[in-house]
């Protein structure tokens, strides 16, 4: 059974940067797409990006340009690089396959102070 880890998260001012990481145990990662979602306080979670078997990426209209996400397939791993963070980016940030398949891990909370 496929667990997903997400970490990185934290305090951070506006303005700045933070990098998300996500550890997938299980086999056959390569051959998936994944994707970073995220889950802002009273509100529904939502997709922010995700990366298809082959590296290609597509992201949300408010995030392009600011965030970018790749994939390391020999260490099961993908990430988030979130660069020029507004306070709107506030939220629990997850990863999961594209489209969600798996249980959802604990995420990791993103915090933007303005």
């Known amino acids: 059974q496929v667990q997903l880890v997400e970490s990185g998260g934290g305090l951070v001012q506006a303005g700045g940067s933070l990098r998300l990481s996500c550890a997938f145990s299980g086999s056959s990662f390569s051959t998936y797409a994944m994707g970073w979602y995220r889950q802002a306080p009273g509100k529904q979670g939502v997709l922010v990006a995700h990366?298809?078997?082959?590296?290609?990426?597509t992201y949300v209209v408010s995030v392009k340009g600011r965030f970018t996400i790749s994939r390391t397939n020999a260490k099961n791993t993908v990430y988030l690089q979130m660069t020029s963070i507004n306070p709107d980016d506030t939220a629990v940030y997850y990863c999961?396959?594209?489209?969600?398949?798996?249980?959802w891990g604990p995420g990791t909370q993103v915090t933007v102070s303005s």
């Open positions: 999961n396959q594209y489209p969600p398949y798996n249980d």
């Open positions: 990366i298809s078997s082959g590296g290609a990426t």
